[in-house]
Structures are given as C-alpha cells and as structure tokens.
C-alpha cells in the first residue's frame, strides 16, 4: 500500500521533516502509544490523533501513532500521521485466529508495529522473526528495549528504530532522560557499536519539553510516549509542551 499523503495548502509554520529509507517514520521522531486506555478507542483515538497530527505540523516534528489494533485501519484512511499497530505477531497469515499478521496490518494502511514492549514482551527469538516479518512486508518495526544491555542485544535484528524504556518508569513522573541519563547514553552506544543505521528513541516517565530536550542531547532521536499524553488533562496542551522541546521548536 501507498504511503504518500494528500497535498495540502502551503502554511507558513515548519514542515514535519520527510522520511528516509533509514528513518521510514522521520527523524527526530515523536511516537505516541495510546496503549489502550478506554478514553482513546473508537472515535476519540481520532480525535487525539488529528490534534497530535496539528501539533507535530506546527512544530515541524515527525511524528507517528500506535492506536489499538480495531482503529489502526480506520486512522490509517483519515490521518496523515503515520499508523503503527501496537504488536505484531510474527507467524504467517491463514488458518490461525486472533493474532496481529504484518499482512493484516499491510492491509489496514498500518506503516508498522510496536515490537516487544514491556507491556507484551517477546524473547529475543521472537523479536527477531518478527523485526523480518515486518521488514518482508514492507513495514517499520519499533523495538522496545529494558536498558542499555538488552537494547545492545536486541540491536542484532537492526530494526529502524529502538526504544529504550526501563520498566519501572514507564508511567510515572521521573524521565529516564533525567532520573537515568547514563541509561539513554548508553543505550545509544550500545546499539550503534552493533547496528549504526538503527534509530534509538528514549521512552518512560518523559513529560516535559526539558524531558525531550535532555534526551536528544543525550543522543537519542525522538521519544516514544503514552500516559504523558493520554491520562493529561489537556491532552493538546500536553503533545504542545512535549514538541516544544524538539530542535524545530526552541
């Protein structure tokens, strides 16, 4: 499936940066997972989705979006912002019920899934069929690693992207960029010193634009985030404060 997106009227603010076969989704990337929280299903998961599609045009930032699986055709059809699915299972398709195939999600308009994250964790086996299963369809995988060490191993499948996300400060309100910054720097080496085209995002507890800001400068490109966004109580003013910390945007 195409991957192109209506023209749209010449506006006067940044332009999100265009992807590149070494960063399909673009770089710096803003990735959004509305995990699935009950407020962003259906409908609403449109309604986030347009405002975080307004906000990344306006700070000139790339940026994508993981909805739950029963949206991720629908969004992928009225947003411009690419589609991810929140998990992929890497068998074939066929004769088999109530797994995610990369073929279904090719067929949705997805760009690509989420992979191992600590919230439905693979082994190291599993991610690595699943990082081909993808590329053979033509789609981006979006690794989640623990820490530095994990990352590095998981690095082997060279997946475009790599998110680096301790566990424990997923949801809260301490960043790993900076409660841990040795983590994202770290990470950063690691998974360069194996596969130096793959992107290493930095995800957990990042709430703010000094968040995001520290995280780039730590060597990470873009920030993979969820309840910063989606249990805010302004949701737009949220992805607001987060895109202001991108380079476009200081």
Same mark, same amino acid.
């Given at each position: 499936?195409?991957?192109?997106?209506?023209?749209?009227?010449?506006?006067?603010?940044?332009?999100?940066?265009?992807?590149?076969?070494?960063?399909?989704?673009?770089?710096?990337?803003?990735?959004?997972?509305?995990?699935?929280?009950?407020?962003?299903?259906?409908?609403?998961?449109?309604?986030?989705?347009?405002?975080?599609?307004?906000?990344?045009?306006?700070?000139?930032?790339?940026?994508?979006?993981?909805?739950?699986?029963?949206?991720?055709?629908?969004?992928?059809?009225?947003?411009?912002?690419?589609?991810?699915?929140?998990?992929?299972?890497?068998?074939?398709?066929?004769?088999?019920?109530?797994?995610?195939?990369?073929?279904?999600?090719?067929?949705?308009?997805?760009?690509?899934?989420?992979?191992?994250?600590?919230?439905?964790?693979?082994?190291?086996?599993?991610?690595?069929?699943?990082?081909?299963?993808?590329?053979?369809?033509?789609?981006?995988? =979006?690794?989640?690693?623990?820490?530095?060490?994990?990352?590095?191993?998981?690095?082997?499948?060279?997946?475009?992207?790599?998110?680096?996300?301790?566990?424990?400060?997923?949801?809260?309100?301490?960043?790993?960029?900076?409660?841990?910054?040795?983590?994202?720097?770290?990470?950063?080496?690691?998974?360069?010193?194996?596969?130096?085209?793959?992107?290493?995002?930095?995800?957990?507890?990042?709430?703010?634009?000094?968040?995001?800001?520290?995280?780039?400068?730590?060597?990470?490109?873009?920030?993979? =985030?969820?309840?910063?966004?989606?249990?805010?109580?302004?949701?737009?003013?949220?992805?607001?404060?987060?895109?202001?910390?991108?380079?476009?945007?200081?």
């Amino acid at each position: 499936m195409g991957t192109s997106t209506p023209s749209a009227p010449a506006r006067s603010g940044p332009r999100s940066p265009p992807p590149t076969p070494d960063a399909p989704l673009g770089a710096p990337l803003f990735l959004l997972n509305l995990k699935l929280y009950e407020a962003w299903l259906g409908p609403r998961a449109e309604e986030i989705g347009r405002a975080l599609e307004g906000a990344a045009e306006h700070h000139g930032v790339a940026a994508a979006l993981a909805p739950s699986t029963p949206d991720v055709g629908r969004l992928a059809l009225t947003l411009k912002v690419p589609i991810l699915g929140q998990h992929a299972d890497f068998g074939p398709a066929g004769a088999r019920t109530g797994y995610v195939v990369p073929e279904g999600l090719r067929a949705a308009g997805a760009r690509g899934a989420l992979v191992n994250h600590s919230e439905h964790p693979l082994s190291v086996e599993e991610v690595g069929w699943t990082v081909g299963r993808l590329a053979g369809m033509g789609l981006t995988a =979006v690794v989640c690693a623990k820490d530095a060490a994990h990352a590095a191993v998981l690095a082997q499948f060279r997946p475009p992207y790599l998110a680096v996300e301790p566990p424990d400060l997923i949801g809260g309100k301490r960043s790993v960029s900076t409660a841990r910054p040795e983590v994202v720097r770290d990470a950063v080496a690691a998974v360069h010193a194996v596969a130096p085209g793959t992107r290493v995002l930095c995800g957990a507890g990042v709430h703010t634009r000094e968040d995001v800001a520290l995280a780039l400068e730590l060597g990470s490109e873009g920030v993979l =985030v969820a309840s910063a966004v989606t249990r805010a109580p302004d949701p737009a003013k949220a992805l607001d404060e987060l895109l202001s910390g991108y380079p476009k945007a200081r």
